[in-house]
């Protein structure tokens, strides 16, 4: 089936493509390249010391758009990437550290390559595009189509083959459709989104069907700014071997302090995750069946920027049932208004039956980025 969707998209593309041969004035090429550095730390032994290891991947992105009419846009992105060292993945540094195999130090990617048409009362959308629901800004528990990675929470995020249609029904009111295939029609992802907006605040009703799993998920969440921005998502999941709840509360405030102090924090419970931390399965997180192990979790950034160029931030990433948690310090300075230099550590701490302090990874990043 996927290979079939595939083989559709690119048949789609060539018949879209008269509608912009020769290259219509509204082409625009852009892309970053970006070099992405890891040292670490893996503790071993009571004494807490261990061996050094290192990794590096470079990430050339490459994107098009296309405009050949008013009612017609084309997006097209190519990545291109090198591993090396202990690094396999764009998400960065593997949870068991593993050197990756020989054939998968180079890789190319076509991750964008759809279509938009604008119709006179919907938006379509049609090829592998980013797609995401939900308002939360890290755990995002309605977001079927897209892997957690708690280590950068707005990261470039893969895209999904699938077809998404946009109804405004009205200046406040939205339908928004998606359908992913996967190998076969009973194992693919859709959804269906209501929005609305009563007074200051957005609402959003969610039915999403994950096919392969069997699961039915009815979601919700709502987003507003009283004093403080706020948001709330939450979802129940129902398959026929189990019912669980996913909940997420959130909040933003930007303190003046001269440039200002930026502070977000968001809670989040997941019913689904193992009460007993002696219990914690971590081959589910290496193999991505899930992105967290317990029940009740807490996200805090404080960002603070000591001029246009140079901005530090630390984040707190907490498990509050075994008491285990992440600290991550970080600078960020803007060489030019196009090249960005980025430094941190990930620390882990907590108790020593705890799910990221069992990790045991001492983790300092440098990051390269320039924009063209």
């Known amino acids: ?84 060292g202990i690094v396999q993945s764009p998400l960065g540094v593997t949870v068991d550290g593993q050197t990756p195999a020989a054939n998968e130090t180079d890789r190319i990617d076509l991750d964008r390559a759809y279509v938009d048409f604008y119709l006179k009362k919907l938006d379509i959308t049609v090829g592998k595009q980013r797609v995401a629901l939900g308002v939360s800004y890290i755990w995002a528990p309605l977001d079927i189509f897209n892997r957690v990675n708690l280590f950068e929470p707005k990261e470039e995020k893969p895209g999904a083959t699938a077809v998404k249609v946009y109804w405004p029904v009205s200046g406040k009111t939205s339908l928004t459709g998606v359908f992913a295939p996967e190998s076969d029609f009973r194992t693919s992802k859709s959804a269906l989104r209501a929005q609305t907006q009563a007074g200051t605040v957005d609402i959003g009703l969610t039915l999403m069907r994950w096919g392969t799993l069997n699961e039915t998920i009815y979601g919700i969440d709502l987003r507003g700014e009283n004093f403080i921005g706020w948001w709330l998502e939450g979802g129940k999941f129902v398959s026929p071997a189990s019912t669980f709840y996913k909940f997420v509360a959130g909040f933003d405030y930007t303190f003046p302090v001269r440039t200002g102090l930026y502070w977000l924090g968001e809670f989040f419970y997941d019913s689904s995750g193992t009460p007993d931390p002696l219990q914690y399965d971590f081959q589910k997180l290496v193999d991505s069946e899930r992105f967290t192990l317990g029940r009740a979790y807490f996200f805090s950034l404080l960002r603070y ?68």
């Open 1 to 84: 089936m996927k290979r079939i969707a595939t083989l559709a998209l690119a048949c789609f593309l060539l018949a879209a493509w008269p509608f912009c041969y020769p290259l219509p004035t509204e082409t625009k090429f852009f892309g970053y390249f970006e070099n992405r550095f890891f040292l670490l730390n893996q503790a071993s032994g009571s004494d807490g010391n261990g061996q050094f290891k290192i990794g590096d991947y470079n990430r050339l992105r490459l994107m098009a758009e296309m405009a050949p009419s008013e009612k017609v846009n084309l997006n097209i992105a190519v990545d291109l990437f090198t591993f090396h």
């Open 305 to 372: 920027a000591f001029s246009e160029f140079l901005s530090a931030s630390v984040a707190y990433i907490g498990n509050w049932q075994d008491g285990s948690f992440l600290i991550n310090p970080s600078l960020s300075y803007d060489l030019t208004q196009s090249l960005n230099l980025s430094a941190g550590l990930y620390l882990p701490a907590g108790g020593a039956r705890g799910e990221f302090s069992q990790r045991r990874q001492n983790v300092f990043f440098l990051w390269l980025k320039m924009n063209f």
